[in-house]
């Protein structure tokens, strides 16, 4: 089925240790977006890349990084996960860049920091 | 920043009736969206509407640009209504979503 695929759904981090979440689209979207979901609260940008080959802090970009491998697939690391990065985090996408193209959601990675 | 309030917060419906949520937004905006997160998480576009009036099947949204509200209207709901409504605005490409309404519609 077309649209964004990410990985892993779920995952448990000591403090301190690190980890890759991917995202991949299928649907020839030029723009990506990193989001997290905290409880009670609306989606907060971590990073976006409005293009291929480029890549541009959010709301809350601090204790990430972001890589856009190529036009398909946007990754979030975390390299020194802190118990304040568990979160529900959502990767999404759009045909362009901006926020007047609507959005395609992945189904999230639910993500606990112990 | 953009301030952006979503009203009710909670909203518990019998099956079929109708109802009406809101977005108030603090600043003029480019771009307006409503999403729908499912029980499971999941988040589905539902309107890009920065202004005026679009429908789709129950759902439709209202964007009035220049009093700076959004309405979004649910008809005859069903229980897969449920979830959290989420107001999204922006300007470029850092939008600023509300805290969402939680609609729970009950059969």
């Known amino acids: 089925n077309a649209g964004v695929t990410q990985t892993p759904k779920f995952q448990v981090l000591k403090t301190g240790q690190s980890m890759t979440l991917q995202c991949a689209q299928d649907?020839?979207?030029?723009?990506m977006y990193w989001y997290r979901q905290d409880p009670g609260m609306g989606l907060r940008l971590i990073y976006y890349?409005?293009?291929?080959?480029?890549?541009d802090k959010g709301e809350v970009p601090n204790g990430y990084n972001v890589s856009r491998l190529n036009k398909r697939e946007f990754s979030l690391r975390l390299e020194s996960a802190a118990p304040s990065q568990t979160s529900v985090y959502f990767c999404?996408?759009?045909?362009?860049?901006?926020?007047?193209?609507?959005?395609?959601f992945g189904s999230g990675t639910r993500l606990t920091v112990v | 920043g953009i301030q952006v309030e979503q009203s009710p917060p909670d909203l518990i419906l019998q099956e079929g009736a109708n109802s009406t949520l809101r977005c108030n937004f603090s600043d003029s905006v480019n771009n307006l969206q409503w999403f729908h997160q499912n029980p499971w998480g999941q988040l589905i576009n539902l309107f890009y509407?920065?202004?005026g009036t679009k429908q789709n099947g129950r759902l439709s949204a209202t964007t009035v640009a220049t009093e700076r509200y959004s309405l979004l209207y649910i008809s005859s709901s069903q229980t897969t209504d449920s979830g959290v409504y989420f107001c999204?605005?922006?300007?470029?490409?850092?939008?600023?979503f509300g805290r969402g309404t939680s609609l729970i519609v009950h059969p």
């Open positions: 999204a605005v922006g300007g470029s490409y850092i939008p600023t």
């Open positions: 509407i920065p202004s």
């Open positions: 649907m020839n979207h030029n723009s």
């Open positions: 999404a996408s759009s045909e362009a860049k901006g926020f007047n193209y609507g959005y395609t």
């Open positions: 890349s409005a293009s291929e080959g480029t890549t």
